[in-house]
């Protein structure tokens, strides 16, 4: 199952790729917003704990960027969150960096690139090898 959330500004991006997953039969859990007002901080903290948890495998977030949505999923242990406006990246970030959670901007992209990245990234899968060392690396808690 995919968690799937958003803020206000990633509302309208999150409807539509919700849509889409249904129509092809994958299963998610929507963590919010509802279109009204919120923080992305917290939209990101629900959709996280879901994957932490074990209930959900994998996420799919939206703010206005994409951005802020990331930087605040990407402060969990075990998150990587990556921001795509692409289907090549969003290929890239499962290939390359094992994302759990792919973050699009509603403001940034339309609705059927955001349909695009989310197909490129759930039909890819990841490398390993050497890209393994590199995501064990980011596991290791890290101080200056």
């Not at 958003?6 to 917003?33: M, P, W």
């Not at 994957?51 to 930087?71: A, K, Q, R, Y």
């Not at 890239?92 to 990245?117: D, F, S």
Request: glycine share 12%.
């Amino acid at each position: 199952m995919i968690v799937i959330g958003s803020d206000h500004g990633g509302y309208r991006l999150k409807e539509v790729l919700k849509a889409h997953l249904t129509s092809q039969n994958i299963s998610f859990l929507d963590v919010g917003c509802t279109g009204e007002a919120c923080d992305y901080p917290d939209i990101a903290a629900k959709a996280v704990q879901k994957i932490l948890d074990g209930t959900c495998s994998e996420g799919i977030l939206c703010c206005g960027t994409g951005i802020g949505i990331s930087i605040a999923a990407n402060r969990y242990p075990g998150i990587r969150a990556a921001v795509v406006s692409d289907p090549l990246a969003a290929t890239l970030t499962k290939q390359h960096n094992n994302a759990n959670i792919l973050c699009m901007g509603g403001r940034m992209i339309g609705e059927e690139m955001g349909k695009a990245c989310v197909d490129a990234w759930l039909h890819a899968s990841f490398a390993g090898g050497r890209h393994a060392i590199r995501i064990d690396k980011l596991e290791k808690e890290r101080t200056l």
